[in-house]
C-alpha cells in the first residue's frame, strides 16, 4: 500500500449528484500551478476559536464583513465564496482520481474525513483573515452538543444585518429547524422528535454524544472510520462513529427536506436536501464552517479528554490534499500535518461537555480499556437498498464472535450495506434484541442495547455507475462496554444485532 493524492491534472466523472447538477458545479478552479508545499505558520498569533452561541456582536460584525469580501471577490479568484464551496463539492463527487488509479477520491466515509476537514476549515479561516487584515480572526463553532448551543446560532439566521440580509444566512435550510432545538439523531421516524420536551432532547442529545465519541468511538478504528488507499477494494468504505452522527445527522438536519425528485421543479433545485443536506451543495450554507469547527473541537476533545490516539499509519499521514491558501497559492498538504491544531496556530475557547462524563445511568461503570482490538464481524446481504429500494427492515442477523476475552476490545463489523439513496438513510443498530418495538423507546431515549447507527446524505441517480464505484458502506463500533453492561457473557458465542431503519420511508 502506499499514501495517495487526489490527482487534480485529470478530471473524474462528477458522481452522486442529483441531475440538475453539472460539472461545473463541482469543480473549483485550477490554473496550472504546480503546488509549494505547505509550511506551518510562523509567528501567527494563537488564534481562539469562539462558540457562536455566545460570541459577541463586534466579533459578528467582523465576520459578516469578512464573508462579505469573500463573496465580492471575482469570480476567477480561487477565494472566493462559491469557489470555497466548490472545493468541497469535488471532494464529495469525485472530481479527482485517486493517485494514478481508476478509482475516484472521495474524503467522505473514512479515514480522510476528519484531516481533510480541518485542513479545509484550516484555509478558509485564513482567507477570511486576510480579507479582515487581521491575523487573529479565527472561526465560531456551532456548539451543538452543549445546551446553550443546541439551536441554530442567531448570527446565521438573521435576516436583516444592517436592513439587509446576512451573508451568513443560507434560505436553503428546514425553515421547520429554523427556531427549534437540534436532533443530534435526526431521521425521518413516524414519531416526531418536537414531541420530545427539550430537556429530553437535550439529554438524548448528550447520549448521543457519549455513545458515540466516549464507547462506541473508543478506538482509532472506529472513531475516524475505515482506511482508503489506493489498493482498498473500489466498493468499501465505512465512517467512523462521529461523521456518522451527529456530523451526518446535523446535516440532514438542517437543510431542507429531501424529496428525491429528479425533476426537481422547484425554482432553487431543493430536491435532494440543499443545502446542508446534501455534499454538493452544503458548504453553500455558512453555517456548514461552523458545524464543521464543532466537529473538529469534538475530535480534540477525544485526543485530549479521552485518550484518543489517531492513526500513525504513514498511508494516512502521507496522504497530499491541495488547496488554494490565503494569498491565492496553490499548496500542498499532508494529511499527517494536520494532527496539531496548535501547529496550525489555532484553539477552541472553553464550553462545558456534559456528555464526557457518563450522563447515561446504565453505563456508571467504565469497562477498562483493552489494548487488543478483535472483531465480530459480519456481512449483510440483505441490506441492499440500491437493489430493493423500498426495503425498510428491520434486519436480524447473528453474528459470530471471536472467542472474546477480557483484554480484547471488541468491536462490531458490519459490511456490505449499500443503502445510498435519493434520500437520507437512517438505520440504527441494537444488540441482543428481538424486535423493533422494543427498539422503538430510542425515539426519546436510548436504551442499552444501542450499539450504533448508520447513516447517508442523500445522493444523486448514479449511484450505480461503474465508474463511479459500488457505494458500499459499512459500519464499525466497539461493543465491549456495551456487552459489558447488558451482562453479555464470554461464552455466548454470537451476538443477535437487529438493524431498525429510521428514515428510508418517506
Ligand atoms: Cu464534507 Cu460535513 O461534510
Known amino acids: ?65 469578512a464573508v462579505e469580501l469573500m463573496k465580492k471577490l471575482p469570480d476567477e479568484d480561487p477565494r472566493n465564496f462559491t469557489e470555497q464551496a466548490k472545493i468541497h463539492a469535488a471532494y464529495c463527487h469525485s472530481a479527482y482520481y485517486m493517485g494514478k488509479t481508476d478509482k475516484a477520491f472521495k474524503v467522505h466515509g473514512g479515514w480522510f474525513f476528519l484531516p481533510w476537514h480541518r485542513w479545509y476549515l484550516y484555509f478558509y479561516e485564513r482567507i477570511l ?50 427556531n427549534a432545538f437540534v436532533d443530534l439523531g435526526y431521521g425521518k421516524i413516524k414519531k416526531p422528535i418536537s414531541s420530545l420536551s427539550r430537556e429530553n432532547l437535550i439529554w438524548k442529545n448528550y447520549m448521543i454524544m457519549f455513545m458515540q465519541v466516549v464507547v462506541l468511538g473508543a478506538s482509532t478504528r472506529t472513531f475516524h472510520g475505515e482506511k482508503i488507499t489506493e489498493t482498498s477494494s473500489k466498493c468499501t468504505c465505512g465512517a467512523g462513529t462521529l461523521e456518522y452522527m451527529p456530523h451526518n445527522t446535523v446535516h440532514n438536519w438542517t437543510g431542507t427536506v429531501p424529496t428525491g425528485k429528479k425533476d426537481c421543479d422547484c425554482p432553487s433545485k431543493t430536491c435532494y436536501g440543499e443545502d446542508m443536506g446534501i455534499f454538493y451543495s452544503a458548504a453553500r450554507d455558512p453555517i456548514f464552517f461552523a458545524h464543521h469547527a464543532n466537529v473538529d473541537r469534538v475530535w480534540t476533545l477525544w485526543k485530549t479528554q479521552l485518550d ?33 491544531p496548535e501547529k496550525l496556530r489555532y484553539k477552541y475557547e472553553d464550553s462545558p461537555s456534559p456528555w464526557l462524563i457518563r450522563p447515561i445511568p446504565w453505563l456508571m461503570k467504565p469497562i477498562a480499556a483493552a489494548a487488543i482490538e478483535r472483531a465480530a464481524q459480519c456481512t449483510l446481504p440483505t441490506l441492499d437498498l440500491q ?46 434484541l428481538d424486535d423493533c418495538l422494543a427498539a422503538t423507546p430510542y425515539v426519546d431515549t436510548m436504551p442499552p442495547e444501542y450499539a450504533g447507527t448508520f447513516v447517508e446524505l442523500p445522493r444523486g441517480d448514479n449511484i450505480d455507475d461503474p465508474e463511479c464505484g459500488c457505494g458500499q458502506s459499512s459500519v464499525h463500533t466497539v461493543i465491549s462496554e456495551v456487552l459489558g453492561n447488558l451482562g453479555v457473557g464470554q461464552e455466548e458465542e454470537s451476538i443477535k444485532c437487529l438493524c431498525v431503519f429510521r428514515s428510508n420511508n418517506l
Open 387 to 432: 437493489t430493493n429500494p423500498t426495503f425498510s427492515g428491520p434486519v436480524k442477523l447473528t453474528v459470530p464472535r471471536d472467542p472474546p476475552s477480557s483484554t480484547i476490545k471488541e468491536l462490531l463489523v458490519i459490511e456490505g450495506i449499500r443503502a445510498q439513496r435519493n434520500i437520507a438513510v437512517k438505520f440504527d443498530v441494537f444488540v441482543q
Open 1 to 65: 500500500m502506499a499514501p495517495t493524492y487526489p490527482d487534480w491534472t485529470r478530471r473524474h466523472k462528477i458522481c452522486d449528484v442529483p441531475p440538475y447538477v453539472t460539472d461545473s458545479d463541482c469543480r473549483p478552479i485550477y490554473k496550472g500551478e504546480t503546488p509549494r508545499k505547505f509550511e506551518f505558520p510562523t509567528g501567527l498569533p494563537m488564534r481562539t476559536r469562539v462558540a457562536a452561541h455566545k460570541a459577541s456582536d463586534f466579533y459578528v460584525g467582523k465576520y459578516v464583513q
Open 129 to 178: 483573515a486576510k480579507l479582515l487584515g487581521d491575523d487573529t480572526f479565527a472561526l465560531p463553532f456551532w456548539n451543538w452538543d452543549f445546551e446553550g448551543g443546541m439551536t441554530i446560532p442567531l448570527m446565521y439566521m438573521d435576516h436583516s444585518f444592517k436592513n439587509d440580509i446576512s451573508p451568513l444566512y443560507d434560505e436553503n435550510r428546514n425553515p421547520e429547524h429554523a
Open 308 to 340: 484518543g490516539k489517531d492513526y500513525d499509519d504513514p498511508d494516512l499521514l502521507d496522504t497530499k490534499f491541495y488547496f488554494y491558501d490565503e494569498n491565492a497559492k496553490f499548496v500542498e498538504v499532508r494529511a499527517g500535518d494536520a494532527f496539531d
